[in-house]
């Protein structure tokens, strides 16, 4: 795909959703990384579900450690991995008020040395939650990416790298979101929906639909 072409892209995304969101339900960087950490495998729906219940009674890391293992699981019991989950949820905690003051630390390499926090979602956070300029590659990015020859990789990080490149500047920011929701909602995987496709001229995927 061209530059024009690719900040053609990016402007249609931005004229049908001027201010793309995470679907994710949060109020602090803190339950936002929770929320993140839950999602790996899981709907953002099952998740908010979730921690609706879990945030009201246990907002911040050390109210998570009091309510100790099992009833930590059971909050989360309906997500998938959740005992996995839990464990690194708790060691995320320790970790958090030991180190960090209690507080999400806004660094790479910090958030990365969490339990349970790999590159794509320390990407999330520092994307969402800080405002840096980084793109977590999902299975919706890491499609559409492709599919549309935007920003074509073998490998999740090739993708984000490709990406980084890729977008425009003026767009960087939101990009994350505005891609997400259009692998979620518009360029699914088993089949798209092209004729509601705002990029659909723009996009090199030799199998599309016509309109």
Same mark, same amino acid.
């Given at each position: 795909?061209?530059?024009?072409?690719?900040?053609?892209?990016?402007?249609?995304?931005?004229?049908?959703?001027?201010?793309?969101?995470?679907?994710?339900?949060?109020?602090?960087?803190?339950?936002?990384?929770?929320?993140?950490?839950?999602?790996?495998?899981?709907?953002?729906?099952?998740?908010?579900?979730?921690?609706?219940?879990?945030?009201?009674?246990?907002?911040?890391?050390?109210?998570?450690?009091?309510?100790?293992?099992?009833?930590?699981?059971?909050?989360?019991?309906?997500?998938?991995?959740?005992?996995?989950?839990?464990?690194?949820?708790?060691?995320?905690?320790?970790?958090?008020?030991?180190?960090?003051?209690?507080?999400?630390?806004?660094?790479?390499?910090?958030?990365?040395?969490?339990?349970?926090?790999?590159?794509?979602?320390?990407?999330?956070?520092?994307?969402?939650?800080?405002?840096?300029?980084?793109?977590?590659?999902?299975?919706?990015?890491?499609?559409?990416?492709?599919? &549309?020859? @935007? $920003?074509?990789?073998?490998?999740?990080?090739?993708?984000?790298?490709?990406? #980084?490149? %890729?977008? !425009?500047?003026?767009?960087?920011?939101?990009?994350?979101?505005?891609?997400?929701?259009?692998?979620?909602? &518009?360029? @699914? $995987?088993?089949?798209?929906?092209?004729?509601?496709?705002?990029?659909?001229? #723009?996009? %090199?995927? !030799?199998?599309?639909?016509?309109?």
């Amino acid at each position: 795909m061209s530059p024009k072409k690719r900040r053609e892209f990016f402007a249609r995304l931005r004229a049908e959703e001027p201010q793309p969101a995470t679907e994710l339900h949060y109020d602090s960087p803190f339950q936002l990384l929770v929320a993140v950490m839950l999602s790996a495998q899981a709907t953002d729906r099952s998740v908010n579900a979730a921690t609706e219940k879990l945030f009201a009674e246990a907002a911040t890391p050390q109210a998570i450690l009091d309510l100790g293992l099992a009833r930590l699981k059971k909050h989360i019991q309906t997500i998938g991995l959740f005992n996995t989950k839990a464990d690194n949820l708790r060691k995320t905690c320790r970790l958090l008020i030991e180190r960090h003051a209690g507080q999400v630390p806004r660094t790479r390499e910090e958030l990365e040395a969490l339990p349970g926090v790999g590159r794509k979602t320390a990407n999330v956070v520092l994307n969402t939650a800080f405002g840096e300029p980084t793109i977590a590659v999902d299975t919706h990015i890491f499609r559409v990416a492709n599919r &549309t020859g @935007l $920003a074509p990789g073998k490998t999740v990080r090739q993708v984000e790298d490709a990406l #980084l490149k %890729a977008v !425009p500047p003026e767009f960087l920011h939101n990009a994350h979101h505005w891609l997400i929701l259009h692998g979620r909602y &518009t360029c @699914l $995987a088993r089949k798209p929906r092209c004729g509601a496709c705002v990029v659909f001229d #723009l996009c %090199a995927y !030799p199998d599309k639909v016509e309109p």
